[in-house]
């Protein structure tokens, strides 16, 4: 699979992290994937964050737009998720998911590949 996240840690409430993804190793063929992220906390289902199509193209859950903002650097082959006004809610693990779909949603991300995650925690 070949998803590296890493830029999680322990924040408090209103802090800031930005996690990134590398898929340079299969990064001619995840450069043309819808790309996002994903997370699932614990006792929780796991819930689509972000995705971004090859083209640039965002959505968002929409608990989370106006905080999260995806990115992604096709030249670098890097995805990223910037993360401010992080609340306790927002603790999860948190996935670098890559799939190959007509149309790049949320729902779609959960059908395609992932990394290990990376783990973010938001302290009160």
């Known amino acids: 699979v070949h998803l590296v996240e890493s830029g999680g840690g322990s924040v408090q409430a209103g802090g800031s992290l930005r996690l990134t993804c590398d898929y340079s190793e299969h990064g001619r063929t995840y450069s043309t994937y819808c790309m996002g992220w994903i997370r699932q906390a614990p006792g929780k289902e796991r819930e689509g964050v972000a995705a971004?199509?090859?083209?640039?193209?965002?959505v968002y859950t929409d608990s989370l737009k106006g905080r999260f903002s995806i990115s992604r650097d096709n030249a670098q082959k890097i995805l990223y998720l910037h993360m401010n006004s992080l609340k306790p809610e927002d603790t999860a693990m948190y996935y670098c998911?890559?799939?190959?779909?007509?149309?790049?949603?949320?729902?779609?991300?959960?059908?395609?590949?992932r990394g290990q995650g990376t783990q973010v925690t938001v302290s009160s």
């Open positions: 971004i199509d090859p083209k640039g193209s965002t």
């Open positions: 998911a890559a799939v190959a779909a007509q149309w790049c949603t949320l729902d779609s991300l959960a059908l395609g590949y």
